[in-house]
């Protein structure tokens, strides 16, 4: 079995009393079951702006990351991803190319500068272009010279941001096809190392139904998409380092796997912390007991168990990878 090095090596380090009530361990708030998707359109002046977009920063002094500068550079759809032109690109390569390029120019990470909502409108067209088959044949087919002639203000914001949903909720949903059980396993097999943990069956049951939660947020949360949009890339990095690696290598097989693991069960508390940061309203000057409760239990939803659950199993995954360097 995949698991039995890393627990025949460090069974003896993973035994934590975890105490239900756990000092550190702060409540996390819940935000509401549904919160607005407003993305803002791009103007006729942005786009009017972009004529000339070569440059390092905009004329308000917004910072262009490289990567943002290479996308804004070409039109040709294969640099714009950052992958290299071929006949057949499978759905896990493109992928993590479109997440990689659009998380470093999605417009929330840098609000004011318009350079960012073109750049990842582009990364956006890209994606839906050579992602497709049939699409990709009629672009790869053209004229080398009329390969570049897209109009990237010809689908709107708005489905630029659909876009980015929908590959998220296909890697959500790829992934816990095929890893789901196997971090089942997992669990089971810390929970009978850790009997403090207090997990057994119906902790186990719990955690991993919040796990699937996530796919709702995914759909009806644009703060949450923006969350999980860095959370997932990483899982999907590593889901392909997993692969490349040769089957007999117990230890670097067991040390990726518990890294997902733990990318995957702290999803649901990545998701309130994100939250939390958006819909806490500032702290007064000098606020009260009751100010603080009152805030912390307009947000709450996840069950303190469920929280202190989710960290005390981080804890063991962490030891676990610590011990396979």
């Known amino acids: 079995m995949m698991f039995s090095y890393v627990f025949s090596t460090a069974s003896s380090f993973f035994h934590l009393p975890v105490?239900?009530?756990?000092?550190?361990?702060?409540?996390?708030?819940?935000?509401?079951?549904?919160i607005a998707w407003s993305p803002q359109p791009c103007s006729s002046a942005q786009k009017e702006k972009h004529c000339d977009s070569s440059r390092s920063s905009t004329s308000d002094g917004c910072f262009n990351t490289?990567?943002?500068?290479?996308?804004l550079s070409s039109d040709d759809l294969y640099y714009i991803l950052g992958i290299p032109r071929s006949t057949t690109i499978d759905?896990?390569?493109?992928?993590?190319?479109?997440?990689?390029?659009?998380?470093?120019?999605?417009?929330?990470?840098?609000?004011?500068?318009?350079?960012?909502?073109?750049?990842?409108q582009k990364v956006s067209v890209a994606y839906d272009v050579l992602s497709?088959?049939?699409?990709?044949?009629?672009?790869?087919?053209?004229?080398?010279?009329?390969?570049?002639k897209y109009d990237f203000f010809a689908q709107s914001s708005p489905h630029a941001d659909e876009t980015l949903k929908g590959v998220l909720l296909s890697v959500f949903n790829d992934f816990l096809e095929g890893d789901f059980e196997m971090i089942r396993t997992?669990?089971?097999?810390?929970?009978?190392?850790?009997p403090s943990l207090g997990l057994g069956d119906d902790g186990i049951n719990s955690v991993l139904s919040v796990l699937l939660s996530v796919r709702e947020r995914i759909l009806t949360c644009r703060?949450?998409?923006?969350?999980?949009?860095?959370?997932l890339t990483r899982a999907l990095e590593i889901q392909s380092a997993f692969r490349q690696l040769p089957y007999f290598d117990i230890t670097g097989r067991s040390r990726l796997t518990i890294q997902l693991t733990r990318i995957t069960i702290s999803l649901p508390v990545t998701l309130e912390n994100a939250i939390q940061a958006q819909y806490t309203k500032p702290a007064s000057a000098?606020?009260?007991?009751?100010?603080?409760?009152?805030?912390?239990?307009?947000?709450?939803?996840?069950?303190?168990?469920i929280v202190l659950l989710i960290r005390g199993i981080d804890v063991v995954l962490d030891r676990m990878e610590r011990i396979l360097g």
């Open 91 to 120: 759905k896990v390569t493109i992928r993590r190319a479109y997440l990689s390029r659009s998380r470093a120019c999605h417009p929330d990470k840098f609000p004011g500068n318009p350079d960012a909502t073109y750049a990842f």
């Open 19 to 34: 105490d239900g009530e756990d000092k550190t361990a702060k409540d996390l708030p819940i935000h509401p079951k549904h």
């Open 286 to 305: 000098h606020p009260t007991n009751h100010d603080r409760e009152k805030d912390t239990n307009d947000f709450a939803l996840l069950p303190r168990r």
């Open 186 to 194: 997992l669990l089971r097999a810390i929970s009978d190392l850790n």
């Open 132 to 148: 497709n088959p049939s699409s990709k044949r009629v672009y790869d087919s053209r004229p080398a010279h009329s390969r570049h």
């Open 66 to 71: 490289p990567e943002m500068l290479q996308v």
């Open 223 to 231: 703060t949450c998409v923006v969350a999980l949009h860095g959370e």
